[in-house]
């Protein structure tokens, strides 16, 4: 019976088929233009989560306070509050798993006929489990070295590729500002920060070393921030309020006075701008579902056109024996049908275009089986739905009424 009738649907189909080709248009671009943009969308949602997953996880930024003189204030790092000290303190407070002091700054590194001004971070061993950033080749640093000074690095992946090409940077020895040192090991590619800075460009040594023999130091173990990180994520806002409370106490900052410090929550920023692009993926795919209303409707007008058209026909099948539930189902599969072939069509363009932005714009995009299976089923939904008032509306004609329309 069912096979009956979807023969009996493709034949009246077929005999307008560029009728039937436009009503399939609207599911088309419809269900293309949700496969495309979610694919966007999610290409850049997990592109978020990526940085954010190679910035480190559960993470607080400590940074000194400012300087003011003749009313002039510098900003966040302009004065040396902070001290090695004070993160050793902060490191036995309940929830903190690590902290790591840091004194970052900027170097022209010479390796033999190169040369190249990089990022230099003076810290500790600390640091590479907060930022999870492991060393692929050699070995890290270690409490000996920083309590030592000794002049050894670890190098980023750029920082490597321009002052060593494709040689094996490990073992060899660098000058900064002068002095000798040796390269311990490589570490892992980090890619672009959130802020677009290359977080490669970059050599580690040990927080002594900078302070002592590269940068100096104003004040004996100042640093300019710390590096926190929390055991878990849910505890960020206790250990935050311990650090605070902490910090005052240390520096003797009465009740009602500016801190000397500010503390940053990088996760709730991550967070923030992951939500954002989740946000936006969805509202793409939101704009993009308006298209298979469009199609919908455009189905919905159509069939009542072939009702009307067919009144006839569907006088002589009623005559003949057919019943309402028949002719529903008859009218309804045509719906279907349209609905479902263009979503099919639909589907591969998405596909292809989805593809084809990834080629020519190199920006990633993910075709996840989810979005696929939900533009389906979203179609065949809008089919059923538009085509339901149409076949009700042919299934509940009068027999004699519609024998006798011209």
């Given at each position: ?6 023969g009996?649907?493709w ?6 088929r ?10 088309v ?7 495309l ?19 480190g996880?559960?993470l ?8 003011s003189?003749?009313g ?41 006929p190169?040369?190249w001004?990089t ?53 060899k ?6 002095s ?21 460009d ?6 002594t ?19 926190v ?7 960020m ?5 311990s ?5 005052r ?29 989740r946000?936006m ?9 308006v ?12 069939m009542?056109?072939?009702v ?8 002589i ?31 591969l ?35 059923v739905?538009?085509?339901?008032y149409?076949?009700?509306k042919?299934a ?11």
């Amino acid at each position: 019976m069912i096979f009956a009738m979807l023969g009996e649907a493709w034949r009246a189909m077929g005999a307008n088929r560029l009728r039937t080709l436009l009503t399939m248009l609207g599911m088309v671009i419809g269900v293309g233009a949700v496969v495309l943009m979610m694919s966007i969308g999610q290409g850049a949602q997990y592109a978020i989560k990526q940085t954010i997953a190679a910035m480190g996880s559960n993470l607080f930024i400590l940074l000194s306070g400012h300087t003011s003189s003749g009313g002039v204030r510098s900003g966040s790092g302009g004065a040396q509050t902070l001290t090695v000290s004070d993160a050793e303190a902060i490191a036995e407070l309940p929830g903190v798993q690590t902290a790591a002091p840091i004194h970052p700054g900027n170097a022209q590194v010479v390796y033999g006929p190169n040369n190249w001004n990089t990022s230099l971070i003076g810290t500790t061993p600390g640091y590479f489990d907060a930022r999870s950033w492991p060393v692929i080749s050699g070995s890290a640093f270690t409490n000996s070295d920083v309590r030592s000074a000794t002049r050894v690095a670890l190098i980023g992946e750029t920082a490597a590729q321009n002052l060593f090409g494709d040689e094996d940077p490990v073992g060899k020895t660098i000058r900064i500002r002068q002095s000798p040192f040796v390269i311990l090991g490589a570490l892992a590619a980090k890619g672009q920060s959130m802020d677009g800075r290359d977080q490669d460009d970059t050599l580690i040594i040990p927080l002594t070393t900078a302070q002592r023999q590269v940068f100096g130091a104003q004040f004996p173990g100042s640093v300019r921030m710390v590096m926190v990180q929390t055991a878990t994520q849910e505890i960020m806002p206790m250990v935050e309020k311990s650090m605070t409370e902490l910090l005052r106490q240390r520096h003797r900052i009465r009740e009602g006075m500016e801190s000397d410090f500010f503390l940053r929550n990088l996760t709730a920023v991550a967070d923030s701008a992951e939500e954002s692009t989740r946000v936006m993926s969805l509202l793409l795919g939101a704009i993009a579902s308006v298209s298979l209303l469009v199609g919908g409707i455009g189905i919905m007008n159509i069939m009542l056109v072939s009702v009307t058209e067919r009144t006839r026909e569907i006088g002589i099948r009623m005559a003949i024996g057919a019943r309402e539930r028949d002719i529903l189902l008859q009218f309804l599969l045509e719906a279907i049908i349209i609905s479902l072939g263009g979503c099919f069509i639909g589907l591969l363009l998405g596909i292809g275009g989805a593809l084809l932005v990834e080629m020519l714009t190199g920006m990633l995009v993910i075709i996840s089986a989810s979005s696929a299976i939900v533009a389906f089923g979203v179609a065949a939904a809008v089919g059923v739905f538009f085509g339901f008032y149409p076949a009700r509306k042919a299934a509940q004609l009068d027999p004699i009424e519609a024998l006798r329309y011209q």
